[in-house]
């Protein structure tokens, strides 16, 4: 590794940890504000239920834990068909501080982490901001597919709760970092 990139790498590493908190946050605000009843209702076509979401969500998270830092304890993994929303949010936070701690590791000075397996049939790359971008793209993708899958299942979201997942200097404090993003905290 470059000293260049390593250093891009140690300087990541304690704003990784707080947007990865963020980006959970969010998934948890959602889960939070759901209509009960929209959680397992069934949308129409082949399409995942809300509940199905939220626990792939936490499932892959488990396989990168278990893949990219098997020293870690692996979160059990959850089942579709029988989890609750406050199963899925216990989970979620579980899964989500494996990843926190996952992220500090690889981005760490001297880290003990250097490549982000993210499953076995996909190639596996060097650790940094890309490790962090999939992450969070993984997660954005499934985030927009619940908020659509509430307003076409009649159960839409109220605007503060929609509308709140972009507050990132709120979700920043949230996640104890009190001058917001790109400040240190």
Known sequence: MTTRSHKVHTQLGPAAVRIFAANDRMNQMLIEHLDPAAWKAKPPGKVRTIAAIFTHVHNVRCKWVRLTAPHLKVP??????????????TGLAESASRCVEMLSEALADNGRIEMFRRDGWAPSFPVGVEMLCYMLAHEAHHRGQVLMLTHQLGFPLPYEVADGIWNWEKLWKECGAPGGPGYDA
């Open 76 to 89: 059990l993994q959850l089942n579709r068909a029988q989890c609750t929303p406050e199963q899925a949010r």
